[in-house]
């Protein structure tokens, strides 16, 4: 049940960021002066609509988007005849820009004030934390009983016995690289013999040898809540992942943490978004049965899932911070300078701009405004590379998930 509301509560998340988004272009656009003809949250069948001044506002049977339809987007709209001194490729180019940026510059607020929230509830985490697993040594090697629970245990473990102390940085297991905490566990679990950790401890390497202890678990059954009746053995050395406890502001101290979290995640943002070309890999790697890698993108579904996912636990904090990064990213993807997106658009605008005062220069009047139709098989082509990444991410999403938790 927990999964679910939380399921449907991201996807509404992520419809409001959407709606907010095109909200951005619209608020901008009648405030100077443009006509805003329609402004539609869903696509579809219309399930009702209303008309306040200049502008039909509604909602339609799926909430997949929406869209603000503005008068003369460009010299091929069809416009009243007393729409025409409004058309929008008719304005100033600083309108232009402007109304264009509006629905970027939304998401990036919103992002922000989730991330004021996340202050504020529940704390920011480090960003800067180190990628591998930093431990601590937990003591004994409990096995485990039927019902899941711990069985009672003494005396030290074998990561205490061999020397492993807090804070030690796990950077590979029997030489082989270990970037979270799933690969730490996963590694050391199938191991038989001595497992040999190499460990950053004060800035030093150390190769530390550990004799695992076998133990009973009684692990779920693949998608299911029962646990498997007979046990399985796997190695344990006692230890426990060290986390980085996030950091609670006031409201006030929130702002100034808020806006150097947000620079921080601005720029982690734009590097994922630089890397997405090279995840077609990784993705298809997932699809065709190989292991996902939980730094390539996901769908709408997959983002979902995984809203669900944190709800299911508690962690609404991390439901915030996910929702606050697909904010960020919604508006850093749009400013990449390709028709259909707001940075095609903007690139129209400022190459338009560029052209006049060129033309202006040799004493020539001001150019006609692009020819759209010249633009669209470019066009076309970033829809459709567009549209087969976004449907691998989304049979990636189903065939083979992201799992944050083990």
């Given at each position: ?22 909200c ?6 009648q ?17 009702f ?25 460009t ?17 100033a ?41 930093q ?88 998608d ?43 720029a ?18 997932a ?25 299911e ?55 006609a ?34 799992k944050?938790?083990?």
């Amino acid at each position: 049940m927990g999964f679910a509301i939380g399921f449907v509560l991201f996807a509404l998340g992520i419809t409001v960021s959407v709606a907010l988004h095109e909200c951005g272009h619209m608020w901008t656009a009648q405030a100077t002066g443009m006509k805003v003809r329609r402004y539609f949250v869903g696509f579809g069948p219309k399930i009702f609509s209303f008309r306040r001044g200049d502008t039909e506002y509604g909602l339609k049977a799926l909430p997949l988007g929406g869209f603000c339809d503005i008068a003369g987007m460009t010299a091929l709209d069809e416009l009243e005849p007393e729409d025409v001194d409004r058309a929008m490729y008719r304005q100033a180019t600083w309108k232009r820009l402007l109304v264009m940026s509006g629905g970027i510059l939304m998401n990036f607020f919103l992002g922000f004030l989730l991330i004021v929230l996340l202050a504020v509830a529940w704390g920011l985490p480090r960003l800067d934390a180190p990628p591998e697993t930093q431990i601590i040594p937990a003591g004994c090697v409990a096995p485990q009983n039927p019902d899941g629970s711990a069985a009672p245990c003494t005396g030290e473990g074998p990561a205490q016995v061999a020397g492993l102390r807090r804070g030690d940085l796990v950077k590979a297991i029997n030489g082989v690289p270990v970037k979270s905490w799933n690969d730490f566990r996963k590694i050391t679990e199938t191991q038989s013999g001595p497992i040999l950790y190499t460990v950053e401890r004060d800035g030093q390497k150390l190769d530390i040898s550990v004799m695992p202890e076998r133990v009973a678990t009684y692990p779920l059954k693949p998608d299911s809540d029962e646990r498997v009746t007979e046990p399985v053995y796997v190695s344990k050395v006692g230890v426990g992942q060290d986390f980085y406890p996030p950091t609670k502001y006031g409201l006030l101290p929130a702002i100034p943490a808020s806006i150097s979290f947000t620079g921080e995640m601005f720029a982690k943002t734009f590097q994922s978004l630089a890397q997405m070309p090279t995840k077609v890999v990784n993705l298809w790697h997932a699809v065709t049965g190989g292991e996902r890698d939980a730094d390539t993108p996901v769908s709408v579904y997959g983002a979902s899932k995984i809203g669900g996912e944190t709800a299911e636990r508690g962690l609404w904090g991390v439901f915030v911070l996910v929702l606050a990064s697909l904010n960020f990213f919604l508006g850093a993807f749009n400013i990449l300078p390709l028709l259909p997106l707001d940075g095609g658009h903007i690139a129209v605008v400022l190459y338009e701009k560029v052209r006049n005062v060129l033309r202006g220069r040799k004493g020539l009047p001001p150019g006609a405004p692009v020819y759209y139709m010249k633009l669209l098989p470019a066009t076309y082509v970033v829809v459709v590379i567009g549209g087969a990444y976004m449907i691998l991410t989304l049979v990636a999403d189903i065939v083979n998930p992201i799992k944050l938790f083990p």
